[in-house]
Structures are given as structure tokens and as C-alpha cells.
């Protein structure tokens, strides 16, 4: 059974996510790098790139999450796609879909995120505060990975499956030089462009870094969690330490507020992907 997500609203995002969800037919029975980038210093082409995907107007939800109790904030198994947001990009008119795959009997819940030459993503309607639940918790699979990709390339910056944390511009912390080029852009634009973002990816490729910095901006570096075929069709929990990861990669203490997207994209490879993800966890 395939239960498509809501409707779409359109937004310009990161170029290192991309997306509409459309509803899919059929049913499922299952399923370091060397340059640290530095963010203070951030030159208006690097704002430009970020108000293109002005994903400030819609990423960022005015709810704030709260844990009800105990140390996990965010438990979704996605038995349903209401608590997230589909984005489409203007300059991309194919899209990947979203949606919610189970087996036969109905007893488990999988999110089925497919790409076709397509790039799109689905956020997470509310934010965090990520000193208070800085631990990122994950189950996924990968079908295939791209022959092309390569997270080194614009032209191979495609992942069949990748998580998002994406920081909230905050101007009580910035530098001057920072609040400037970011006043500037909400003046033009009317509201911040989002300030950096974490990827945590399945590289298509064996690659020794542990991270390396987006082929399209320094704000984003992707963290690659899993590399090449080894553990193709195979399911793979993962973790993040959201701090320590921010702190390594730039160097400095991240802003407070966040959100999560999940991406499956093909855009530039022109190849397709199927993967999965069972379940995602935010927790102290």
C-alpha cells in the first residue's frame, strides 16, 4: 500500500537539497574533507546562492518542538506524511516522490523516496533547539547508488538518500559582516536566507573523507555516512552528534534553531534511485 503525501507548496531551496511530492501507484511490500569551510566570513555570492532557495519562508515553522517527556524529541516511523512538507524547486520540473510504503499485512511502515533524472525533498514542519536534542538517530536503505555521483562535483552531487539539518540565521550571533549581507538579502527578499546545513549522505562512491564541503557553497557541508555499494539493499542505522559534527566542519558553534529534511535526488547524474527510510529519531 502507498499512502502519497499532501499537496505541494513550492519554495527554492539549497542546491544541495532540492521537490514536489506526487502520488505514486502500486504498492511496496518492503523495502573529512581537507577544506574546512568558514561561514563568518560569507561573501554575497554565497547569500545570492542562499536567497535563491529562500527555504527560511517555509523550512522554518514558527512551531517550535518540545519533548513531551523523556530525552527523544522527534520518534516518526512514518505511518503517515502529515507532520512533513513537500518543496518543489522552479528551475527543476522533475520531481522525486515521497511516500509511505508498508507490507502486506500492514504492520510496518517504511518511507519510499524514488528519483528519476528528479530532485525533490519533504521537511519537517516544526524546528528544534539542537543544544537541547543534538543526537540524530536514522534507519535507511539505498536500492542502488548512482554511477555518476560524486560529492566532489556539481555534476555528480546527487544522493539516493540523504538527511538534511538545516540552521536558522540568527542575528544576535552573527558578525557585523555577516548581519549585513544577510540584512541585505531580507530587505530584498523579506525574510532571512537560512544560515548553513549539515548533509548526511550515502555516497555513490568510496571516498576517505568523512566530510566534504557542497560543490555549490561553503554554508553546506555533506557528511558522507555511508560509501559506494558494500551495504546496497542492506538496512543501516546511523547516528549524528549534530554539535560535534557543526563544530568540525566549521570550525564554530552552530546556530540554535533547526529543522530536518530527507532528499532522494538525480538530477544532475540523470540516473534513478529508489531508497527507504524506516524511522528517524532527534534526542538528547
Do not use: C
Amino acid at each position: 500500500m502507498i499512502v502519497a503525501a499532501s499537496p505541494t507548496q513550492t519554495a527554492e531551496w539549497w542546491r544541495g537539497g532540492e521537490g514536489s511530492v506526487a502520488r505514486t501507484a502500486g504498492s511496496t511490500m518492503e523495502v573529512r574533507s581537507d577544506r574546512t569551510p568558514t561561514i563568518e566570513n560569507v561573501p554575497l555570492r554565497t547569500v545570492s546562492f542562499l536567497v535563491l532557495i529562500l527555504s527560511a519562508l517555509l523550512f522554518f515553522s514558527p512551531v517550535l518542538a518540545r519533548a513531551a517527556a523523556g530525552d527523544v524529541l522527534l520518534r516518526e516511523e512514518f505511518t503517515s506524511l502529515e507532520d512533513w512538507r513537500p518543496l518543489t524547486f522552479p528551475k527543476i520540473a522533475r520531481h522525486s516522490t515521497y511516500s509511505v510504503a508498508t507490507d502486506a499485512a500492514q504492520s510496518e511502515f517504511w518511507l519510499k523516496a524514488e528519483s528519476d533524472r528528479s530532485a525533490s525533498g519533504i521537511v519537517w514542519k516544526k524546528r528544534y533547539d539542537v543544544y537541547e536534542h543534538p543526537r540524530l538517530r536514522w534507519r535507511w536503505r539505498v536500492e542502488n547508488v548512482y554511477e555518476k555521483g560524486d560529492a566532489t562535483k556539481k555534476s555528480g552531487d546527487d544522493y539516493p538518500v540523504r538527511l538534511y539539518v538545516m540552521f536558522q540565521f540568527d542575528p544576535a550571533t552573527a558578525s557585523a559582516g555577516k548581519r549585513f549581507r544577510y540584512g541585505f538579502a531580507k530587505a530584498a527578499y523579506g525574510e532571512y536566507p537560512p544560515d548553513s546545513g549539515l548533509n548526511y549522505v550515502w555516497e555513490s562512491r568510496e571516498n576517505p573523507a568523512e566530510f566534504v564541503v557542497s560543490p555549490y557553497t561553503d554554508a553546506m557541508v555533506m557528511f558522507l555516512k555511508e560509501k559506494g555499494t558494500a551495504n546496497v539493499g542492506e538496512w543501516v542505522e546511523e547516528e549524528a552528534d549534530v554539535l560535534a559534527d557543526y563544530r568540525k566542519a566549521f570550525g564554530k558553534d552552530p546556530p540554535r534553531t533547526a529543522s530536518l529534511a530527507v532528499m532522494n535526488d538525480s538530477d544532475n547524474t540523470g540516473e534513478k534511485a529508489v531508497s527507504f527510510i524506516d524511522w528517524v529519531e532527534i534526542a538528547r
